[in-house]
């Protein structure tokens, strides 16, 4: 990432000029008393243009000023950060998001990270300016994430962003260098995860993608891949079915990272990794075929969220696992008809080749199950059209057989603007995926409720362990363009996992 800022932490405004300085007021146009004191050189400048410009502080608004004479700086920003009350630590994160997004191409940016305290009822007053700050930094570097590393020549309006940096004005600078290690290692995580998804398909296959894994060693982690043997030893045929059309080999890899109570059973988190979807013999029409290069968000997901924890050294043992494959149309494809046996035993009619990812799934969790017994486990999967029907870019599905689970997950989703909504599973759509030849076939047969099936399909490879299923064919590829994040893959979920095991897990 050549185009990521440096961020430093700093509480006196730097004494030479900073290129842009950045500034938040709330929707008064109060600004807090450090940020006052910066700009009382500026203050009638910064009235008249405020009333010239009608504005008001609003969130999403902001004002910008050119050359503001009596400041050290070429370029003020004034970013809204409307009504003090309710103020969320997520607030601060997009304010950083929407400072680093009003910066020019290219320069240096001081931030002051300070707004009027929230007084009663809201916010957590001004003892949380380090973390604050901190949340503010994280993003900065959400927001600064571009993919652009196969752009070889650009339109002179295209230039990438310099590596350039961001100072950030707090009260509390130990505080906020402590509060963002552990911010950074997090959003350290989403942008591995996007890296992943957005890299085209001809250079991630799953063996390529299997070596990027190996990053994570250096942040503690444990990795172990599992090659075509031993797979076939273990008798993953749902899984080998759907890669068998491929020239490129499939992996599963299993990642730990080992911060809790030694012997503590694990959290785990289990990925679909479909490094391509054609579809297979039941091939996908040619129109935006491109987009299945992101049918690996959920394994993108896994490895990122692995990464962050290492890195931010949670107390929680955790394991995370990816089933890695491409489904691709060729004389040895599988074909609808086949009957596959998983590594559970349970036998599958395959109807369309192109519901593939439950076939890898259903072999991955049970296996994480039998393997390593853990606490919950948790699968992410861009796994049905069906899902983005129902709830566009904005929610993930959220399938659970735990209502403790399921409740924790809204809540971390709340709190990380990752949200996700339950939806049902129910014996009653179990019937669909019963098959005439087969203890189950892999499509419900009708298109309706068609996450929900897949959904019951899957569950079928849990048993009793406690488990949610997090269908993000919306949120993790072609994602929702917002303040902390302008890329095509999102690196959804690494935060609300994160969140998840922060709140509820670590010892
Ligand atoms: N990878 C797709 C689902 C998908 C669709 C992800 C759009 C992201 C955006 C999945 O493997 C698939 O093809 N699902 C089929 C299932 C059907 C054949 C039962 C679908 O949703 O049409
Ligand atoms: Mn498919
Ligand atoms: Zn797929």
Not at 28 to 53: N, T, Y
Not at 99 to 106: D, E, R, S
Not at 256 to 264: Q, V
Not at 460 to 474: E, S
Request: aromatic share 6%; with cysteine.
């Amino acid at each position: 990432m050549a185009n990521a800022p440096k961020i430093a932490f700093t509480s006196v405004a730097p004494g030479k000029a900073t290129g842009t300085l950045v500034v938040f007021c709330d929707d008064g146009v109060k600004f807090g008393a450090s940020a006052e004191q910066m700009l009382r050189p500026a203050a009638g400048l910064l009235a008249r243009a405020a009333k010239a410009e009608r504005f008001n502080g609003k969130a999403g608004t902001a004002l910008e000023l050119l050359v503001p004479d009596g400041l050290k700086a070429d370029r003020l920003v004034v970013i809204g950060a409307g009504k003090a009350a309710g103020r969320t630590q997520q607030d601060w994160v997009k304010l950083g998001g929407a400072a680093l997004g009003k910066l020019p191409k290219t320069g240096d940016a001081v931030v002051v990270a300070d707004l009027p305290p929230a007084g009663k009822g809201g916010g957590k007053g001004e003892d949380m300016s380090g973390a604050q700050a901190a949340d503010l930094a994280q993003g900065v570097m959400l927001r600064a994430y571009a993919f652009d590393r196969y752009k070889t020549r650009r339109k002179p309006d295209e230039e990438p962003a310099g590596a350039r940096n961001v100072t950030i004005v707090t009260a509390d600078v130990s505080g906020a260098r402590k509060a963002f290690a552990e911010r950074e290692a997090i959003a350290g995580g989403v942008l591995m995860a996007r890296d992943l998804v957005n890299e085209p398909p001809n250079v991630l296959y799953p063996e390529e993608f299997a070596r990027r894994t190996l990053a994570l060693k250096k942040a503690g982690c444990a990795v172990e891949i599992l090659n075509m043997a031993a797979l076939k030893k273990l008798g993953m045929g749902a899984l080998l079915g759907v890669g068998q059309g491929s020239a490129h080999e499939s992996r599963v890899v299993v990642m730990r990272w080992n911060g809790g109570k030694k012997g503590e059973a694990p959290v785990a988190f289990i990925g679909k990794g479909v490094c391509f979807d054609t579809g297979g013999i039941s091939i996908k029409p040619a129109a935006g075929m491109e987009d299945m290069k992101g049918d690996m968000a959920g394994a993108a997901c896994v490895v990122g969220l692995m990464q962050a924890l290492a890195a931010r050294k949670a107390k929680v043992n955790a394991v995370g696992v990816i089933g890695l494959v491409e489904n691709m149309p060729d004389g040895n494809a599988q074909r609808p008809g086949d009957i596959v046996k998983s590594m559970s035993g349970q036998t599958i009619e395959i109807i369309n080749t192109d519901a593939e990812g439950r076939l890898v799934l259903g072999d991955v969790l049970w296996y994480t199950k039998e393997k390593y017994k853990p606490k919950f486990m948790v699968n992410l999967a861009t796994l049905t059209g069906a899902i983005v029907v129902a709830l566009g870019h904005e929610y993930a599905g959220l399938f659970s057989n735990s209502d403790e689970l399921s409740e924790r997950l809204t809540k971390s989703g709340e709190a990380t603007g990752e949200t996700v909504w339950r939806m049902p599973l129910s014996p009653a759509y179990d019937k669909m995926i019963d098959s005439r030849f087969a203890d189950m076939k892999n499509t419900g047969g009708s298109r309706y409720g068609g996450a929900i099936t897949a959904a019951q399909f899957l569950q079928r490879f849990v048993d009793k362990t406690p488990w949610a299923h997090l269908d993000i064919a919306g949120t993790g590829m072609d994602s929702r363009q917002n303040e902390i994040n302008k890329s095509w893959a999102s690196g959804w979920g690494v935060r609300l996992l994160d969140r998840l095991v922060a709140d509820h897990y670590e010892s």
